[in-house]
C-alpha cells in the first residue's frame, strides 16, 4: 500500500508505503487531503476523510483524493478498506497522529481513525497491510476519540 498526504504549507508529499510516516510530527500542521493506492496486489482500495466544516466525505477508491484542496481545512478522521482480493487476504491497519493526542491505536478495516467533536487536527499517518489472521502491529484499544 502506498499514500501520500497533502499538508498545510508544504503541499504534497511524496508517496510512502508499508507503514511509513506521511504527515509531519512536531510542527501543528494539519493533514488537507490524501491519496491511497495498492500496489502489486490484485483488488482495491476505498476510504474516506472527515473534513473539517463538511464531515465525512464519500467514499473514494484507488488514488483518488480524499479531503480538499485548497480551502485550508484540516482532516480530523479516515476510515480505509480493502475491496475484492486484496480483502480476501490481507487486513489493513492505519493510525493518525492527531493534534493534542499524539499517535492513537491502530484502526482496521474501515473502523474510524482520528478525532470527532474535538476541531482537532491530524498531522500524520501510517498504513500497513497484514496477512489474514495475523497479529496488529500494535495496540488497537483507542484508534478513535468523541468529544
Not at 499538508?7 to 491519496?35: F, H, L, P
Not at 490481507?90 to 493526542?101: G, K, L, M, P, S
Amino acid at each position: 500500500v502506498s499514500y501520500k498526504t497533502h499538508v498545510q504549507d508544504i503541499g504534497w508529499m511524496d508517496y510512502v508505503s508499508n507503514g511509513d510516516t506521511s504527515g509531519t510530527s512536531g510542527q501543528s500542521k494539519r493533514m488537507e487531503a490524501m491519496q491511497i493506492k495498492l500496489v502489486n496486489m490484485a483488488g482495491g482500495i476505498e476510504y474516506r476523510t472527515h473534513v473539517q466544516d463538511y464531515g465525512w466525505m464519500n467514499w473514494v477508491s484507488n488514488d483518488a483524493l480524499s479531503g480538499t484542496s485548497g480551502e485550508s481545512k484540516r482532516l480530523e478522521a479516515i476510515e480505509i478498506r480493502l475491496t475484492g482480493e486484496a480483502a480476501d487476504k490481507y487486513d489493513i491497519y492505519y493510525r493518525v497522529h492527531a493534534q493534542n493526542f499524539g499517535w492513537l491505536d491502530w484502526a482496521m478495516n474501515g473502523e474510524s481513525s482520528g478525532t470527532a467533536g474535538f476541531s482537532y487536527r491530524l498531522e500524520a499517518i501510517e498504513i500497513v497491510l497484514v496477512l489474514k489472521g495475523y497479529p496488529a502491529p500494535g495496540n488497537t484499544d483507542r484508534p478513535f476519540v468523541q468529544a
